[in-house]
T-cell receptor, first 112, second 113 residues
């Protein structure tokens, strides 16, 4: 079985501050890892993905994530957030079944 | 715009009723997934279809069923509705390989009263 744990349900941060959203996973097989963002009243959209190769992956809107196999983590980071980054962020993985498993989500709240 | 279209956007219905949610996948995508999103359960995988055939089942209740038609659009049927079925239902599509991301529609918000 595979699972994704997002350790923080809510992360408040001030505008222009750095942020890290944490994601840990469990799988008995090799995985592909994804981060999605969901803005209010919209569906999820892809931020970035890790398939193989370099463990640091860059995505849209200045986000990046680092794959750490030994820690089974895939944390999302941004060096300076904007008000417009306020949204729900989901970590997801696909393993042997090719059915994406999602974490519970982290609500990023950016204060002015 | 993800290219995935879901209708209707909102549905309000009474307990015991039956509803149908519709999804048109992104052009070229053969795989369609249905997810249920609720505050207490998060994003739960319901079912996947690939090129008209059921591929995988998740936490889908027996009162729920789905199908994918020859033109690749999909429908999710929810019957004998209960208050607890109130949720946001998402359809997503992909080219169906593990390294391909999902493309989500904007969802159908179902409210059962």
């Amino acid at each position: 079985a595979q699972s994704v744990t997002q350790l923080d349900s809510q992360v408040p941060v001030f505008e222009e501050a750095p942020v890290e959203l944490r994601c840990n996973y469990s799988s008995s097989v090799s995985v592909y890892l994804f981060w999605y963002v969901q803005y209010p009243n919209q569906g999820l959209q892809l931020l970035l993905k890790y398939l193989s190769g370099s463990t640091l992956v860059k995505g849209i809107n200045g986000f990046e994530a680092e794959f750490n196999k030994s820690q089974t983590s895939f944390h999302l980071r941004k060096p300076s957030v904007h008000i417009s980054d306020t949204a729900e962020y989901f970590c997801a993985l696909t393993g042997g079944s090719y059915i994406p498993t999602f974490g519970r989500g982290t609500s990023l709240i950016v204060h002015p | 715009d993800s290219g995935v279209t879901q209708t209707p956007k909102h549905l309000i219905t009474a307990t015991g009723q039956r509803v149908t949610l519709r999804c048109s996948p992104r052009s070229g995508d053969l795989s369609v997934y249905w997810y249920q999103q609720s505050l207490d359960q998060g994003l739960q995988f319901l079912i996947q279809y690939y090129n008209g055939e059921e591929r995988a089942k998740g936490n889908i209740l027996e009162r729920f069923s789905a199908q994918q038609f020859p033109d690749l659009h999909s429908e999710l049927n929810l019957s004998s509705l209960e208050l607890g079925d109130s949720a946001l239902y998402f359809c997503a599509s992909s080219v169906d390989s593990g390294d391909s991301p999902l493309h989500f529609g904007n969802g159908t918000r179902l409210t059962v009263t």
